[in-house]
Structure formats: structure tokens, C-alpha cells
């Protein structure tokens, strides 16, 4: 007896086209994405933290802190006496926030005083940037 013998299929696929797609998904990506780094008016070095998470809320208030202890209130430079003077003036709100981006190699203490202000000024949310 003479058994024909069935040709097995060929179930390859081909990738050829496969890798073509992740490659142009590949280039997409990279050619959209916008590395962003926050608005930073002065030449500031933050201190590095393990545990940074950015914070994607709009911040009412922006205070800049230099190394050589000046005081940048929205990219004006000021005291810290118009600093209280500004945060006391400013539109009432019951959610003021305020992020600190301080340098890092700025003293504590003058974190802590402008944070200090901050408070007295009305404001419940004072976060401290670092990358």
C-alpha cells in the first residue's frame, strides 16, 4: 500500500514587518515626548531626593532661594520682609499652595524662614523641589 505523504505547513511568521511597526513606534515616541523640567529663573542646584515624586498641581506661589541667600518671589528678587508683605497682599484663597526651590547648598535656616513666612501668610501647602 502507497501512502501519500501530506507536505507539513509552514507556520512561521514572518517579523520582518513586525519590526519595522516597533521601530516606527519606537522613533514616535522619542520624537514626541517633551522632557520637561520645571520653570527655573535662577541658576539653582536642588538637592537630589530617592523618594522625589513630581507634583503635577498648579502651584500659586513660587519662591526661589540662591546659594548666596536671595530671595526670588515669581522671578522678582525681594527681602524678606517684602516677601510676607507680598504672600499678605495676595488674592485670598483657601487652597494657597507654594512650592520652595532652594540651592542646595543654602542654609537650612533660610528655608525654614521663608517657610515661616509662608505659613503666617495664609499658606496651607508649601512644598520644597528637588529633583
Known sequence: MH??????ENYALDLTPLI???FLLLIFFMVSTVF???????DIALPTSKSSVPD???KNLNVELTADKKIYFHGTQMTLAELEDAIE???????KTAI?????????????EVMG????????DISVAVK
Open 3 to 8: 501512502f501519500r505523504r501530506e507536505e507539513e
Open 20 to 22: 519595522d511597526v516597533v
Open 36 to 42: 520637561v523640567d520645571f520653570n527655573r529663573r535662577m
Open 56 to 58: 503635577e498641581t498648579v
Open 89 to 95: 497682599n495676595s488674592p485670598p484663597d483657601e487652597k
Open 100 to 112: 520652595i526651590s532652594a540651592d542646595k547648598g543654602l542654609p537650612f535656616g533660610g528655608v525654614v
Open 117 to 124: 513666612v509662608l505659613q503666617v501668610g495664609g499658606v496651607k
